[in-house]
Nanobody
Framework: QVQLVESGGGLAQAGGSLRLSCRDSGRTFGVYHMAWFRQAPGKERQFVAG????????YYAPTVKGRFTISRDNAKDTVYLQMDSLIPEDTGVYYCAAVSSTNWNVIRSPWGRGTQVTVSS
């Protein structure tokens, strides 16, 4: 079973960068599509980016396309989210999850604790 732990969040200034990591302590990481989601204060959790089980395809929410890059290293059971050109609207708790291969919004793993990202203007 997938067991996910997110890390790498913190405080950044607008225009800055952060790199999030999500490691799976289970034994089935390489078979799943993976995705990042975020939950802003007072809002529902939303899809941010997804990556196929072998590293492709990748897919991004329109609000982050061109600024964020998702990648994975199956040898390390880890998925990454490189976030550049950060804006205050990127603030929120970021979660990763295993997802369906046919629908990025269908979750296939329990939620982790997430990692907080705060972008100041």
């Amino acid at each position: 079973q997938v067991q996910l732990v997110e890390s790498g969040g913190g405080l950044a200034q607008a225009g800055g960068s952060l790199r999030l990591s999500c490691r799976d302590s289970g034994r089935t990481f390489g078979v799943y599509h993976m995705a990042w989601f975020r939950q802003a204060p007072g809002k529902e959790r939303q899809f941010v980016a997804g990556v196929g089980s072998g590293g492709t395809p990748t897919y991004y929410a329109p609000t982050v396309k061109g600024r964020f890059t998702i990648s994975r290293d199956n040898a390390k059971d880890t998925v990454y989210l490189q976030m550049d050109s950060l804006i205050p609207e990127d603030t929120g708790v970021y979660y990763c999850a295993a997802v369906s291969s046919t629908n990025w919004n269908v979750i296939r793993s329990p939620w982790g604790r997430g990692t907080q990202v705060t972008v100041s203007s």
